[in-house]
């Protein structure tokens, strides 16, 4: 079996203790959380750190909370968690799609939102989908804390906003009334990343679209969003061929690349496909009807483990 | 009776976490191994620098080609009579190809060690595309082999071509399709490795190994190294999975062989993931070319094939010596057909080596691939229903034994009551109506059909070797004094419940219960000699050494009980599991008091030594044709291309069930491995000859999510020729699955007038498939 | 560095290398072989053990990250001689067949058990859907769960009884 090479190992106690062993270990020092998308890298020699900073003892940073208008999500919550949280997944049924398609139930017991995001896979689910939601990245570092919105986060294939000697500490997502979501992937089996999926949120005032966000991941779509396509959707009455336009656009504006997964003219058919099934689900349930028909009755989900506590690491 | 569902033996061990299997083995004194392989497909080596690495604290050796060719073992032959590089001395001829070998203290240590080898390459151009190997201008990849100017390694051919063209002349009706069965691999959740302790003393090398073939490995060990062959003991323990993929040997055992003579410690090696995807042996890869002839009216008339099959950078398939493409001229199917041919040519490319793996019953998978989707293009044509032009050609029963246009001798069989049988297990007419329904709504479903014939069962000696070593396998069975039997078989389980099934079939035989028999297995010190578990042959051959073994101890007893009885053997009969005077029960003796009398100072006739027991080498007559009828049901979403198994009715005939669950049991895993195939594993190389499925996240394996809710029928058509009437089962839904998945996704796309599409259909294949643009599988996505 | 582990109720304490994998600490350091290991990229499961309860893949952890913390194996799964009802029902239902993918399947029917005592079949398949399995197909991994579920269920019925 294939196994890591060598590295020091530290436990940080608090986030200032985290970012002190950044500062002191440099830049071949990288946090561990989870650890599912480093540790493979690891074993297969393609990452070598020389320092690895275990922020699993955070329990700060564990947790799920609506704060004002706001749903906050600690960057350490685990995937299985935020699946399991009826707070995050009723205000954003966007969450329980997408977080049923992230990798398996046991990857997702113990793989974090905030790993997937600093990971910054061109094909990271979730990555879609806070880009569909607006949401905004709470970054610590030396100085204190900073904001950037999730839309300018990523700079690049597996880069970030969050420097050598910061760390991503929680996500902030905007709640707003009428509002619904939705998250479509297509994978070649169970447990793999997406050929293609898409994240769509509205919000629906007066009978229009007042917001929307539409997140793409895996085909080529810069900061993981469709801009043109949100601007299209802006003031119009939610309904098929709306939608189906606002689905053309985004397709049109994104730039997939051919890989075992599927060529480029098949990912940006299922940019669009994607985006219209979103669009259309995530209309279902606007205006408070937070049960998505299609998840109906398999409310529990019998891969979270242990309690359903909120915020429990 | 001691047939029926019983639960296993094995279990105990396995769901304490007690199993044994190669990585569990622990010497004292035991190092670790690790293999450097190759980052290119084709290179030459200029040049490998090992200094750094053994100047690590915790190496022991580093061992190189050059090392090897000290010791004549740089190369070894492969089991189709070719020869097969150990560590690479002048090329590396595939991506994964071993180079070098290291011994450390411990693995990580190994690992960190071959970071540290500088091996300097000069890159060459690959063949990749099986299609181009042999282009006037193609790189000659086996430049070793003296006088080889191309990549070309056999041509063979089967069946009466002048007949089979002659029907297509006259035919009203003919049919063509390409196809390609990609290359793909059995992964097995267990990756191969090896312990191998040789003691300098007692000159004895013990290997640890989890080979489905012990005693073939011993001999051939014995022939490439030159070691006594009685100096060696092959231990194979539990296996974690085999499905063809541990038959051959590979290069990583003779390394660990030779890292324990080097250091004069037991050496475990074992390899990774990739490792094991990238150079252990492959399955498939036929390029093929099939065509029907038929009448207007449906009756099929001939089949004929060609087959381009890439065999990788050594010829190292495995399969009997007369048949270069193993079984694979029984393509001419279940059906009563009047003639057949195929050609088969054989070519090297830069891939890894092996090709008859993966449950393939020697290639019979690729046979029922073939006509099952030749008679699915053929009903498109006629626009006739698969099921109803299926029954229309199957063999009737009165035809067997049957002799098939390509010389086979097909044993029973009762085919179209198994068709029937799956028909309305599924509800097949009601299926077509919901079909035609959602068809006007624009949905898509399909149903798709096949049915197989298997040949399983390797095989009669005469035909049937492998290098040289005749397909017959030994038994051994000993009662103890006190009735408990054990039973000692060459065949080695890597999950079929061998300790069962078998003790099952002596029990049956001797009239005591399946659980007063031990079955000794998998240890070359143990067990007499045979040639292992592969080609789903343990049952058909193994099984009937072991049901004769117990007739002939059976046989002993009789005599015994005359003895105690004070009757002549011929006025005794088997009754109720006892020998008793016929006619009178009272006076029946069982196993264990015959056993106790064997043993004991009772006096017996002349020529008769005490004890109870015997051997015997079963040598089948034929092999045996064990076949079934599946039908599978697809829901197909045209505007993701993605395809759900909704439904999967699998009808098999493997003769007599010695154990109905483990057969059952059998056929489920089989069945996955035809979704899995059918729909998304596949090995596909690019254009340098990277490998694009190396591992768990690449190659795509089947789970609980893909897999339906498997149903089984079953019909039980004895075999004529084997003892107890059974055939083998091991392989059958591995054979016959894939195509049913296939044609039930081809009969989806109906309404696009799609008649073929290659495997895997994965989303982004249906959905080329449905827009006129399906691409090559088996190479990079473009 | 020095971790201090519980494995199947025994603390055990170790020097390592921080660079240990879990597995590795399990099968190599305490000689806990039931618990496998078969890709190198956290696909197949079959290293699955319990983490403080909780289904992990232990060749995606790293020993050290187990330090202070509970851990369980196959090996922890029988009780006072009694298997438990994962193991009763994997033999009864015929759920393995080579055993190799079989100790990180009962870890997972057990975890799921606890939290869902009545799973339908949606549920399991979705449950072991992290974990290859090459031999079953599946189909009696699923029967071998529900079959404990409702052994669970008979027992606790009639204890209720009493």
């Known amino acids: 079996m294939q196994v890591p090479a060598k590295f020091e190992y530290e436990r940080a106690d608090s986030v200032p203790h985290a970012i002190e062993l950044l500062e002191r270990y440099?830049?071949?020092?990288?946090?561990?959380?989870?650890?599912?998308?480093?540790?493979?890298?690891?074993?297969?020699?393609?990452?070598?750190?020389?320092?690895?900073?275990?922020?699993?003892?955070?329990?700060?940073?564990?947790?799920?909370?609506?704060?004002?208008?706001?749903?906050?999500?600690?960057?350490?919550?685990?995937?299985?968690?935020?699946?399991?949280?009826?707070?995050?997944?009723?205000?954003?049924?966007?969450?329980?799609?997408?977080?049923?398609?992230?990798?398996?139930?046991?990857?997702?017991?113990?793989?974090?939102?905030?790993?997937?995001?600093?990971?910054?896979d061109p094909s990271e689910d979730l990555s879609a989908v806070f880009s569909a939601l607006r949401a905004t990245a709470v970054i610590q570092g030396p100085g204190g804390t900073r904001t950037v919105p999730l839309r300018e986060f990523h700079r690049g294939p597996y880069e970030t906003a969050v420097a050598e000697n910061e760390l991503l500490i929680q996500l902030r997502v905007p709640i707003a009334p009428g509002t619904g979501s939705a998250y479509e992937k297509v994978e070649r089996r169970v447990g793999d990343w997406p050929v293609a999926a898409t994240g769509a949120v509205?919000?629906?005032?007066?009978?229009?679209?007042?917001?929307?966000?539409?997140?793409?991941?895996?085909?080529?779509?810069?900061?993981?969003?469709?801009?043109?396509?949100?601007?299209?959707?802006?003031?119009?009455?939610?309904?098929?061929?709306?939608?189906?336009?606002?689905?053309?656009?985004?397709?049109?504006?994104?730039?997939?690349?051919?890989?075992?997964?599927?060529?480029?003219?098949?990912?940006?058919?299922?940019?669009?496909?994607?985006?219209?099934?979103?669009?259309?689900?995530?209309n279902l349930n606007v205006a408070g009807s937070a049960t998505d028909p299609n998840v109906a009755g398999s409310a529990t989900d019998p891969n979270v483990a242990g309690s359903a506590t909120e915020g429990r690491i | 009776m001691s047939y029926g569902p019983m639960h296993r033996k094995e279990d105990a061990r396995f769901i304490r976490g007690r199993g044994n299997y190669t990585d569990d083995v622990r010497l004292p004194g035991m190092l670790y191994g690790a293999v450097l392989r190759s980052p290119h497909a084709h290179a030459r080596v200029v040049s490998i620098d090992t200094s750094a690495a053994e100047a690590l604290p915790k190496v022991k050796a580093?061992?190189?080609?050059?090392?090897?060719?000290?010791?004549?073992?740089?190369?070894?032959?492969?089991?189709?009579?070719?020869?097969?590089?150990?560590?690479?001395?002048?090329?590396?001829?595939?991506?994964?190809?071993?180079?070098?070998?290291?011994?450390?203290?411990?693995a990580y240590s190994a690992r960190d060690a071959l970071e540290l080898i500088d091996v300097e390459y000069e890159p060459l151009d690959a063949v990749i595309d099986a299609r181009k190997a042999l282009d006037e201008n193609a790189p000659v990849i086996r430049d070793d082999l003296e006088g080889r100017a191309n990549n070309h390694i056999f041509d063979w051919d089967a069946g009466d071509r002048a007949r089979t063209d002659a029907l297509f002349e006259q035919a009203d009706v003919t049919v063509a399709q390409d196809m390609l069965y990609p290359r793909v691999h059995p992964a097995p959740l267990e990756t191969c490795g090896?312990?191998?302790?040789?003691?300098?003393?007692?000159?004895?090398?013990?290997?640890?190994?989890?080979?489905?073939?012990?005693?073939?490995?011993?001999?051939?060990?014995?022939?490439?190294?030159?070691?006594?062959?009685?100096?060696?003991?092959?231990?194979?323990?539990?296996?974690?999975?085999?499905?063809?993929?541990?038959?051959?040997?590979?290069?990583?055992?003779?390394?660990?062989?030779?890292?324990?003579?080097?250091?004069?410690?037991?050496?475990?090696?074992?390899?990774?993931?990739?490792?094991?995807?990238m150079s252990t042996a492959f399955a498939r890869d036929y390029h093929m070319h099939g065509e029907i002839a038929a009448t207007r009216d449906g009756k099929i008339q001939a089949i004929r094939v060609k087959v381009l099959a890439d065999h990788g950078a050594f010829n190292g398939t495995a399969q009997p010596t007369k048949f270069p493409a193993g079984f694979f001229h029984v393509f001419s199917g279940s059906y009563d057909i009047e003639a057949a041919h195929c050609e088969v040519t054989g070519v090297y490319t830069n891939k890894a080596p092996g090709g008859v793996a993966y449950a393939c019953s020697f290639r019979v998978t690729e046979a029922v691939y073939l006509v099952e989707r030749m008679v699915d293009v053929l009903a498109a044509e006629l626009n006739m229903d698969p099921a109803d032009l299926r029954m229309r050609n199957l063999l009737k029963p009165e035809q067997f034994p049957y002799h098939s246009p390509t010389g086979w001798e097909y044993d029973s069989g009762d085919y179209p009551r198994a068709l029937r049988l799956a028909m309305d297990m599924i509800g097949y007419d009601k299926l077509r109506a919901e079909q035609a329904d959602k068809r006007a709504r624009g949905e898509l479903m399909g149903i798709g059909v096949s049915f197989f014939t298997e040949a399983v069962g390797a095989g009669p000696r005469k035909h049937m070797d492998i290098l040289g070593l005749g397909m017959a396998d030994g038994a051994e069975l000993r009662v103890h004094p006190t009735g408990k039997a054990v039973l000692r078989v060459s065949c080695q389980s890597q999950g079929q419940g061998h300790e069962t099934t078998f003790a099952q079939i002596v029990g049956q035989e001797l009239g005591i219960p399946a659980d007063d028999v031990e079955v000794v297995h998998g240890d070359t010190d143990q067990t007499p000699f045979g040639l292992g578990t592969y080609g789903s042959r343990s049952t058909p051959v193994s099984g009937a050494a072991t049901a004769i073994v117990a007739r002939k101890v059976r046989?002993?007893?009789?005599?015994?009980?005359?003895?105690?009885?004070?009757?002549?053997?011929?006025?005794?009969?088997?009754?109720?599991?006892?020998?008793?005077?016929?006619?009178?029960?009272?006076?029946?003796?069982?196993?264990?008091?015959?056993?106790?009398?064997?043993?004991?100072?009772?006096?017996?006739?002349?020529?008769?030594?005490?004890?109870?027991?015997?051997?015997?080498?079963?040598?089948?007559?034929?092999?045996?044709?064990?076949?079934?009828?599946?039908?599978?049901?697809?829901?197909?979403?045209?505007?993701?291309?993605?395809?759900?198994?909704?439904?999967?009715?699998?009808?098999?005939?493997?003769?007599?069930?010695?154990?109905?669950?483990?057969?059952?049991?059998?056929?489920?895993?089989?069945?996955?491995?035809?979704?899995?195939?059918?729909?998304?594993?596949?090995?596909?190389?690019?254009?340098?000859?990277?490998?694009?499925?190396?591992?768990?996240?690449?190659?795509?394996?089947?789970?609980?999510?893909?897999?339906?809710?498997?149903?089984?029928?079953?019909?039980?058509?004895?075999?004529?020729?084997?003892?107890?009437?059974?055939?083998?089962?091991?392989?059958?839904?591995?054979?016959?699955?894939?195509?049913?998945?296939?044609?039930?996704?081809?009969?989806?796309?109906?309404?696009?007038?799609?008649?073929?599409?290659?495997?895997?259909?994965?989303?982004?294949?249906?959905?080329?498939?449905?827009?006129?643009?399906?691409?090559?599988?088996?190479?990079?996505?473009? | 560095m020095r971790i201090t582990v519980t494995v199947n109720g025994q603390p055990h304490t170790r020097e390592v290398e921080p660079r240990l994998l879990l597995v590795h600490f399990l099968r190599d350091e305490l000689s806990l072989t039931g618990t496998?290991?078969?890709?190198?990229?956290?696909?197949?499961?079959?290293?699955?053990?319990?983490?403080?309860?909780?289904?992990?893949?232990?060749?995606?952890?790293?020993?050290?990250?187990?330090?202070?913390?509970?851990?369980?194996?196959?090996?922890?799964?029988?009780?006072?001689?009694?298997?438990?009802?994962?193991?009763?029902?994997?033999?009864?239902?015929?759920?393995?067949?080579?055993?190799?993918?079989?100790?990180?399947?009962?870890?997972?029917?057990?975890?799921?058990?606890?939290?869902?005592?009545?799973?339908?079949?949606?549920?399991i398949r979705e449950a072991i859907s992290g974990q290859l399995c090459r031999c079953t197909g599946y189909e009696n991994i699923v029967r071998s769960i529900r079959w404990a579920a409702e052994a669970s269920q008979k027992v606790a019925e009639s204890e209720a009884r009493q």
Not at chain 2, 75 to 103: I, Y
Not at chain 2, 248 to 276: F, H, L, Q
Request: charged residues 20%; glycine residues 12%; contains cysteine.
């Open chain 2, 62 to 106: 580093v061992i190189t080609g050059q090392t090897l060719a000290g010791l004549g073992l740089a190369w070894m032959p492969t089991l189709s009579q070719d020869t097969q590089a150990v560590l690479a001395t002048d090329k590396v001829r595939f991506q994964g190809q071993e180079v070098a070998f290291v011994v450390a203290e411990d």
């Open chain 1, 26 to 120: 440099g830049p071949d020092a990288r946090i561990v959380a989870g650890g599912h998308s480093l540790i493979p890298m690891m074993k297969l020699r393609l990452a070598q750190p020389e320092a690895l900073i275990d922020i699993n003892g955070l329990a700060e940073l564990g947790r799920i909370a609506v704060e004002g208008d706001e749903l906050a999500i600690g960057a350490l919550v685990r995937h299985a968690e935020l699946l399991d949280s009826t707070t995050a997944t009723n205000l954003f049924p966007i969450f329980r799609d997408a977080e049923r398609v992230i990798a398996d139930p046991i990857v997702r017991n113990r793989g974090t939102v905030g790993g997937s995001l600093c990971q910054g």
């Open chain 3, 36 to 123: 496998h290991w078969g890709c190198d990229t956290s696909n197949c499961g079959v290293c699955t053990v319990q983490l403080d309860g909780v289904p992990v893949k232990s060749c995606t952890v790293l020993a050290v990250m187990a330090d202070g913390h509970e851990v369980t194996t196959v090996e922890g799964l029988e009780r006072d001689g009694e298997l438990d009802a994962v193991q009763k029902g994997f033999v009864e239902c015929h759920g393995l067949q080579c055993g190799f993918c079989t100790p990180g399947m009962l870890l997972t029917a057990r975890a799921l058990l606890d939290r869902v005592p009545d799973p339908d079949e949606g549920q």
């Open chain 1, 202 to 282: 509205i919000t629906v005032r007066d009978g229009v679209i007042a917001q929307a966000g539409i997140g793409l991941t895996a085909v080529g779509a810069e900061h993981f969003c469709a801009p043109e396509a949100e601007e299209f959707l802006r003031g119009k009455a939610p309904g098929e061929e709306t939608f189906a336009e606002a689905a053309r656009i985004a397709a049109e504006h994104c730039e997939p690349h051919a890989d075992q997964r599927g060529p480029a003219d098949f990912k940006r058919h299922l940019a669009g496909e994607l985006t219209k099934r979103a669009l259309t689900r995530a």
């Open chain 2, 555 to 782: 046989d002993r007893a009789k005599i015994v009980a005359a003895a105690m009885l004070e009757a002549a053997p011929d006025d005794l009969e088997w009754a109720d599991g006892k020998w008793s005077v016929v006619g009178d029960p009272a006076t029946g003796k069982s196993m264990a008091e015959i056993a106790l009398a064997a043993h004991s100072n009772l006096e017996l006739p002349e020529g008769v030594e005490g004890h109870l027991d015997a051997v015997t080498v079963y040598n089948p007559p034929n092999l045996t044709y064990p076949f079934g009828a599946y039908i599978c049901v697809v829901d197909l979403d045209p505007g993701t291309g993605q395809v759900k198994v909704r439904r999967f009715v699998a009808v098999d005939d493997c003769g007599v069930r010695i154990n109905p669950m483990i057969v059952e049991g059998q056929i489920h895993g089989g069945l996955a491995d035809g979704v899995g195939m059918a729909l998304m594993q596949v090995m596909a190389f690019d254009e340098d000859g990277n490998h694009l499925g190396a591992s768990f996240m690449d190659y795509l394996l089947p789970t609980s999510m893909e897999c339906p809710s498997w149903e089984l029928g079953e019909t039980v058509t004895p075999s004529p020729t084997h003892p107890i009437g059974a055939k083998g089962v091991g392989e059958s839904a591995t054979v016959g699955s894939p195509a049913a998945v296939v044609n039930a996704v081809i009969d989806a796309l109906g309404p696009y007038g799609v008649r073929h599409a290659d495997m895997p259909l994965t989303p982004a294949n249906v959905w080329r498939v449905i827009n006129g643009d399906p691409f090559r599988t088996d190479l990079a996505i473009p």
């Open chain 2, 194 to 277: 090896a312990v191998a302790d040789f003691d300098k003393v007692t000159g004895k090398l013990t290997i640890w190994c989890p080979t489905q073939a012990p005693h073939a490995h011993r001999t051939l060990y014995a022939m490439v190294a030159g070691l006594p062959e009685h100096k060696i003991r092959v231990i194979s323990p539990d296996i974690g999975g085999g499905f063809g993929g541990k038959v051959g040997i590979y290069p990583g055992y003779v390394c660990a062989i030779v890292g324990s003579i080097v250091t004069g410690r037991p050496v475990k090696w074992m390899e990774d993931r990739s490792e094991n995807l």
